[in-house]
């Protein structure tokens, strides 16, 4: 039976950011096709506006029935429609809510001249794209439904923009969420729901298990970014702790620690005295992703808290085991044949789990570690589970 779905996420690449919200591309692009399932894509892409040039637009948006699109904004495969949000800090939230349910409304009923009208709506989160699935599917009856991938915490919003999201997950014929952390934080807020578990696509067959030798030395790496809730400083604490129990380890960090034009992660190494152990990169593309791990023996995870958790689950795929803090996301993929598992905010306990590993590393089987993250969030079970997700019936 052919199904139309049109996916409404809350981040995706743009042909200047190729990384922001990958994984829902990556997703879809899995799933077009398969199960008589079909996809188009329509992104809002929030900018900042000049406060005249705000109120001209939210002034169209009342005059005009449909609102211009363009797949020169956002990355194609599946077909993708994108178009800008104003924003401007002066505005009122009522307002700027207002102007972006009109804009999605708008933005749909430009997609569907071209008589391709969807069966389903997918918000890929409650936040904000609920809002905007629940809008669109009030005006059109299409239903909608919403799995969850961002942090599920309200102190950043207005109290309308928080009602308007736990209302949609209340009406929403089904939701989900990626994983059962995920859904205790929905459900202390919005008990009038459901939600399924639907781990993130690891998929399997871009990470290759290859036979690594293990030296002296301990290479762990880490995959994180400038922000608090990473545990960055839990985290170079810890190696600072280790450096105390061994000397025969390096790390590696990937991601970007500019604050303010200040390299964090540079600083706080250079503080703690274990820049020389440190190798820094920026970034790091998809593709490179499966060799890259190869360089490695240990994966370690200092977040505070983690909905999922993708980049442990590739190392997984890759065969390292994985020392995590009790994040949420990542822990249910911790068993004493993948890893273990620590206190958040703890350096002393996660450096002592790192040395631990380093001792017994040679227990840990790569082909165990990366068969438990196939069955979890591999291939077979992601499409199982997604097309469960979209039968309404």
Avoid at 196 to 203: E, F, S
Avoid at 292 to 314: K, M, N, W
Wanted: with cysteine; net charge positive; glycine share 6%.
């Amino acid at each position: 039976m052919k199904r139309k779905v049109l996916i409404l996420p809350s981040w995706y690449p743009t042909l200047k950011k190729k990384n922001l919200g990958n994984y829902f591309q990556e997703q879809a692009k899995f799933l077009q096709g398969k199960e008589g399932l079909e996809f188009k894509v329509l992104y809002g892409d929030k900018k900042s506006y000049p406060l005249i040039r705000w109120f001209w637009v939210f002034f169209q948006l009342w005059l005009k029935q449909t609102w211009t699109l363009s797949m020169d904004k956002v990355q194609q495969d599946p077909p993708a429609y994108g178009f800008d949000i104003p924003a401007n800090r002066r505005i009122p939230d009522n307002l700027q809510i207002q102007l972006e349910q009109r804009m999605y409304l708008k933005a749909y009923r430009e997609l569907i001249l071209s008589d391709w009208i969807p069966d389903l709506i997918h918000a890929q989160s409650g936040m904000d794209t609920g809002i905007y699935a629940h809008h669109i599917s009030n005006k059109t009856k299409v239903p909608f439904v919403i799995n969850e991938h961002q942090v599920f915490v309200f102190h950043n919003y207005s109290r309308l923009r928080s009602k308007l999201i736990l209302e949609a997950f209340q009406v929403a014929k089904k939701t989900g969420a990626v994983s059962y952390d995920e859904r205790r934080q929905v459900l202390m807020n919005q008990p009038n729901c459901n939600p399924i578990i639907i781990p993130n696509l690891v998929d399997e067959s871009k990470l290759e298990l290859k036979k690594r030798s293990q030296g002296k030395n301990l290479r762990l790496v880490t995959f994180m970014y400038a922000n608090q809730i990473k545990g960055y400083d839990t985290f170079f604490q810890a190696i600072y702790e280790l450096q105390k129990l061994t000397d025969d380890f390096n790390f590696t960090v990937v991601g970007n620690g500019i604050v303010k034009g200040r390299n964090i992660f540079q600083e706080r190494c250079q503080d703690l005295g274990i820049l020389e152990k440190a190798n820094l990169v920026p970034r790091l593309e998809r593709a490179e992703i499966s060799d890259f791990f190869q360089d490695f023996d240990l994966y370690v995870c200092s977040s505070d808290f983690e909905t999922f958790g993708i980049a442990p689950r590739e190392a997984m795929m890759c065969g390292l085991p994985v020392v995590t803090t009790a994040n949420g996301g990542v822990e249910g993929s911790i068993t004493p044949d993948t890893g273990l598992t620590v206190p958040v905010k703890n350096p002393v306990a996660l450096a002592e789990a790192i040395l631990r590993i380093k001792e017994n590393r040679h227990t840990y089987a790569p082909s165990k570690i990366r068969e438990l993250a196939i069955q979890q969030c591999g291939r077979d079970v992601f499409l199982k589970r997604m097309i469960d997700f979209y039968q309404l019936d």
